[in-house]
């Protein structure tokens, strides 16, 4: 506390000298030019203190930052900084999210949003062209901390049942007419990918009768939109492993299993990296992971091992690619985590550990300066799964609680799975 009294003694010294210099400037002209001489040279002098007391002021705010970390009164949440990240506590983030009905009937990217927002950086608002959503839909479930972030606009790309190829090619010019086996009798474009047969279609279920069917997002045009980006969140190949909930039309009706659909994955994923980073190299790309699978609101425990070996070909396959991070996430057992409106999608608690779980991820890899505190590795478990949040008294072991938040007020309240809109 004593490295901070000289500048506050300083300050108020200047102001002082200032104030009776100025005094002096509205008296009665001396006919002395020594005397007008001597006072510009008083103006003069205080100039130089007053900027001497700021430069004081603020070596010592850095020398404080340096030292103890955060400065300033204690917020809403508990945070960590560190030196040398790209982005600085305050700083402006770029954020551009490719994804599904997980960005469109999930609120993760709006919380995480909110998140940035309350650790005191600015999202600025970006004229994306190609992004067709500012918010989750009225699809997403209205969380308990709606509030602080629904006037929040998070610009997205999200269509609701696509794939990861529909997201992969600039042309069709390899696509080739192919005898269907699915929906519906005909010949239909087919490429091969991964050396397995996957539809040119767009949409759930390939189907060449529906409208989006002829609708495409261009690797190119992404990263022409993203060139300016910070960061570009991808989670818009969750379908590739959902295709027997439509008979794997998209792969002409060949059931495969799911390691051989993580070939085709990882093929799509990083032709739209390869593209991003092509305009945008110091951009970095973030791969979001398979959610588990789940029955009704909750996770399925036994599926838990098939979801972690594709996880693991993913994250093997994408992070051979430059500034490409895999960022998993933990979903808790016999806790309600997901929607039943919208079966197999997280709910708010769910979607606040994967907003976390990114940012743990953008301080880890040194983008963020300043991130949300977690507890430590002996705490960690303890923390996850305590329910009375009442009894907790930490705002870093409420921040990492699957079902609990720290409220506006900076207490730890319960966090409730959010309800229809």
């Not at 010949?187 to 996957?198: D, E, K, L, N």
């Not at 951009?283 to 992971?289: D, Q, S, W």
């Not at 993913?314 to 039943?340: C, H, L, S, W």
């Not at 705002?395 to 938040?405: G, L, M, N, S, V």
Request: hydrophobic share 40%; aromatic share 8%; proline share 5%.
């Amino acid at each position: 506390a004593a490295a901070f009294a000289p500048a506050a003694d300083t300050v108020p010294k200047a102001r002082n000298c200032e104030a009776e210099d100025v005094e002096s400037g509205t008296s009665e002209s001396s006919s002395s030019g020594s005397s007008q001489g001597s006072r510009r040279l008083g103006a003069r002098g205080c100039v130089m203190l007053i900027v001497a007391a700021m430069v004081i002021a603020i070596a010592l705010v850095n020398y404080a930052r340096k030292v103890f970390g955060r400065v300033g009164g204690p917020g809403r949440f508990a945070v960590v900084e560190q030196q040398g990240a790209r982005i600085p506590a305050g700083g402006e983030v770029r954020l551009y999210f490719v994804g599904s009905s997980n960005v469109a009937w999930q609120t993760w990217p709006d919380q995480l949003h909110m998140y940035l927002s309350e650790l005191g950086y600015t999202l600025p608002t970006e004229a994306y062209a190609h992004a067709n959503l500012l918010t989750a839909s009225d699809l997403a479930p209205k969380c308990d901390d709606q509030a602080d972030f629904q006037s929040l606009q998070t610009p997205r790309i999200g269509y609701a049942g696509w794939g990861s190829w529909n997201f992969a090619f600039d042309s069709d010019d390899d696509c080739a007419a192919t005898p269907y086996q699915g929906h519906a009798s005909g010949v239909y474009p087919f490429r091969t990918i991964a050396g397995h047969a996957v539809s040119c279609l767009s949409g759930w279920g390939c189907k060449p009768d529906k409208e989006e069917a002829h609708q495409r997002v261009r690797p190119a045009a992404v990263a022409e939109d993203a060139k300016h980006a910070d960061v570009v969140l991808l989670s818009h190949w969750i379908n590739d492993f959902k295709q027997q909930y439509s008979g794997y039309s998209c792969f002409n009706s060949t059931k495969f299993d799911s390691l051989t659909i993580v070939d085709i994955t990882v093929e799509d994923v990083r032709r739209l990296i390869r593209a991003v980073h092509k305009v945008n190299p110091s951009a970095l790309v973030l791969v979001l992971a398979l959610r588990p699978e789940a029955s009704g609101p909750r996770v399925v425990p036994e599926a838990r091992a098939k979801v972690a070996a594709i996880n693991g070909k993913i994250k093997d396959g994408v992070q051979e690619e430059p500034n490409t991070a895999f960022v998993d996430f933990r979903i808790p057992d016999g806790i309600d985590m997901f929607q039943t409106a919208h079966p197999g999608h997280l709910n708010c608690r769910g979607d606040r550990i994967m907003a976390t779980s990114v940012l743990q991820a953008l301080y880890d890899r040194h983008v963020l300066a300043r991130s949300l505190a977690l507890p430590q590795a002996g705490e960690a478990d303890t923390c996850f799964f305590e329910a009375e949040c009442g009894n907790i008294t930490s705002k870093t072991c409420c921040q990492a609680a699957a079902t609990c938040r720290v409220a506006s007020d900076g207490q730890c309240t319960p966090y409730g799975p959010g309800a229809p809109k």
